[in-house]
């Protein structure tokens, strides 16, 4: 029921056609007899400010960031929560008291999935991130922040996978190395350290599933070997890291958690997780 009373929220980005975030976070609402309504916002980058100032004085109580805004929304805010500071990147919006609040939920959401359906323990773990990239970036800064033992960064572009070390370790913590993702012999000695690998890249995605972001022959039994690609839901990655008999999460975890973060910073009440995942798995079975 659409009234007075409808708390608004949205997702402010372009182009938004394959986004899942609007049927997750409405059904996940209408399951659980909240009254809020998450809008699709498909804006143009001029007018940003202009929406911003109209979403203030309506029934808006926050909305999400999605490519390509989430650096460009970031000098419109009034505050920046210090973690999104230091990711350099914004996918969530509190409006309170008239202010704009910028929060990164992308590395937190990433981390509350690898704990919960894990049994790994950050502070006690070292881990191997493939990519150097925006999602990489949430992942290393909220992992280094959370007490990760050891962060490797391997990349494409080498240049890129030194800038994310550098910086993880200048502004969180001191515990990240880099890597050239072409040199076989360092990456087969790395995997051997590492007890959790993370591809961050987009290898492996649809339409492009036979590809693999890693050897396989690096995979061990001991690896939890996680993906953040959703689409197919088991990437070749993940299939070969089964048949070495690893343990594997799919991007979907990192998916629903990050909506959960988002919904709990806005109402300050706990997700309807279970909802939503079983929302977005049902969304999946069906495409
Ligand atoms: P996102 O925001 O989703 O992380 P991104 O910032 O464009 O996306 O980053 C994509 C990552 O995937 C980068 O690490 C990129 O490597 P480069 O920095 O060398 O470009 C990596 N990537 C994309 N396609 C790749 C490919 N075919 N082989 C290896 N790495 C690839």
Not at 45 to 69: A, C, Q, S, W
Request: glycine share 6%; charged share 25%.
């Amino acid at each position: 029921m659409i009234n007075t009373e409808t708390q608004l929220l949205g997702l402010l980005g372009n182009p938004l056609e394959h986004s899942f975030s609007p049927e997750m976070h409405n059904k996940a609402y209408e399951k659980t007899n909240l009254n809020y309504l998450y809008l699709p916002l498909e804006i143009e980058e001029d007018n940003i400010e202009d929406v911003l100032k109209g979403i203030k004085h309506m029934k808006f109580i926050g909305f999400n960031v999605t490519i390509p805004y989430k650096l460009k929304i970031m000098k419109f805010l009034d505050e920046i929560d210090p973690l999104a500071k230091k990711i350099g990147s914004v996918n969530t919006v509190k409006i309170s008291q008239g202010k704009l609040i910028g929060f990164n939920t992308d590395g937190k959401g990433f981390v509350k999935s690898l704990v919960n359906y894990s049994k790994i323990n950050v502070s006690s773990s070292k881990f191997l991130l493939l990519g150097a990239g925006g999602a990489s970036r949430s992942i290393a800064m909220t992992l280094a922040d959370r007490g990760a033992k050891k962060i490797f960064i391997s990349n494409r572009t080498i240049e890129k996978a030194e800038e994310l070390s550098n910086e993880t370790n200048d502004k969180v913590r001191s515990c990240c190395s880099y890597v050239d993702n072409n040199d076989m012999v360092k990456m087969k000695e790395i995997t051997k350290k590492v007890d959790v690998i993370i591809n961050t890249t987009s290898v492996g995605m649809y339409p492009n599933t036979e590809e693999c972001p890693l050897d396989k022959n690096f995979l061990l039994k001991k690896h939890l070997v996680i993906d953040i690609v959703y689409n197919p839901i088991k990437t070749r990655l993940l299939l070969e890291g089964e048949k070495k008999g690893c343990s594997i999460q799919n991007g979907l975890g990192m998916l629903v958690n990050q909506g959960a973060e988002a919904f709990e910073i806005w109402t300050g009440e706990k997700a309807p997780i279970e909802e939503m995942k079983e929302i977005i798995n049902n969304i999946m079975k069906n495409k």
